[in-house]
C-alpha cells in the first residue's frame, strides 16, 4: 500500500526557470494539500485541491505559483521564473473527503534549491 | 483556527516516559486535537488525535483535559527515533487542513 509520492526528491533551479513538483496521493485519496517548509521554520499552508478543483489557496503567493489535481495523474505545484527565497522543502499530503475526520498522509517533500 | 501554545523544546531519556503538553484554551465544541511529528529531512507523520476521551495508539496515549483546553501527548518509552518536532493541532473539521504551529523539539538522550 504505496504512501504519498513525491517527486523529484530533490530539484535545483537557476533564477528564473520553472520548478514543476508533482504528488501522487494514497490509493483512494481525492484531497491534496501542499505546504512550505522555509529552512529553520516550520510548516506553511499553501493550497488545498479536490480532483479538478481548488478549494482553499488561501496560502498560495499570488503570482508565479499554480496547482493543479486534474481527474487523472498527480498533482502539480508549479513555481514560475524561481527565485531565491523559493528554495525550501515543498511538502504534499493526501486524504479522504473531509468529515471523516482522517489523518493526513504526508510524502516526504521535495527539496527545491534556486542558485 | 484556534490556537495551540507548546513548549519549544523539551529533553528526555531513552526508555523512559515523555509527557508533551500543548495549551488549546479557545478550543471550540467540535475541534478536534491533532498530534503530528516531523522527523529530520522527513515529511510529517500523524501520530494521535482525539475530541473528549483519552485515546491510545501503538505510538501514544492522548489524555485530553475535561474543559478541553489542555490535552498531553505521552509516549511511553522514549526511543532515539522519537527524536523530532511534535505538532498539537486543532481541526474544526470542515476541510481537513491543518494549520501547524512551530511545535515541541523532542531531544532524547541516550
Known amino acids: 500500500n504505496a504512501g504519498v509520492m513525491q517527486n523529484p526528491r530533490h530539484l535545483v533551479r537557476r533564477r528564473g526557470q520553472e520548478a514543476r513538483l508533482r504528488c501522487s496521493p494514497m490509493?483512494?485519496?481525492?484531497?491534496v494539500y501542499w505546504y512550505r517548509q522555509l529552512p529553520e521554520e516550520g510548516l506553511k499552508f499553501m493550497v488545498y485541491?479536490?480532483?479538478?478543483?481548488?478549494?482553499?489557496e488561501s496560502g498560495m503567493p499570488k503570482e508565479r505559483f499554480s496547482a493543479e489535481f486534474p481527474k487523472e495523474g498527480p498533482s502539480i505545484l508549479r513555481i514560475q521564473q524561481v527565485v531565491r527565497g523559493d528554495s525550501a522543502a515543498y511538502f504534499c499530503?493526501?486524504?479522504?473527503?473531509?468529515?471523516?475526520?482522517?489523518?493526513?498522509?504526508f510524502g516526504n517533500g521535495t527539496r527545491l534549491t534556486v542558485t | 483556527d484556534a490556537k495551540t501554545t507548546q513548549p519549544n523544546s523539551m529533553e528526555s531519556n531513552e526508555e523512559e516516559p515523555v509527557h508533551l503538553p500543548c495549551n488549546h484554551s479557545?478550543?471550540?465544541?467540535?475541534?478536534?486535537i491533532h498530534w503530528y511529528r516531523q522527523l529530520p529531512s522527513q515529511g510529517p507523520e500523524y501520530v494521535i488525535h482525539?475530541?473528549?476521551s483519552n485515546v491510545n495508539n501503538r505510538m501514544a496515549s492522548l489524555a485530553i483535559a475535561e474543559d478541553r483546553k489542555s490535552s498531553t501527548l505521552i509516549l511511553h518509552r522514549a526511543t532515539l527515533r522519537d527524536a523530532a518536532v511534535y505538532y498539537c493541532?486543532?481541526?474544526?473539521?470542515?476541510?481537513?487542513?491543518?494549520?501547524f504551529g512551530t511545535g515541541t523539539l523532542l531531544a532524547v538522550q541516550p
Open positions: 499530503a493526501s486524504s479522504p473527503p473531509p468529515g471523516a475526520r482522517s489523518p493526513l498522509h
Open positions: 490509493k483512494g485519496h481525492s484531497h
Open positions: 485541491l479536490q480532483k479538478e478543483n481548488i478549494i482553499d
Open positions: 479557545t478550543i471550540s465544541g467540535t475541534d478536534y
Open positions: 482525539g475530541l473528549t
Open positions: 493541532i486543532l481541526d474544526g473539521g470542515a476541510t481537513n487542513k491543518l494549520i
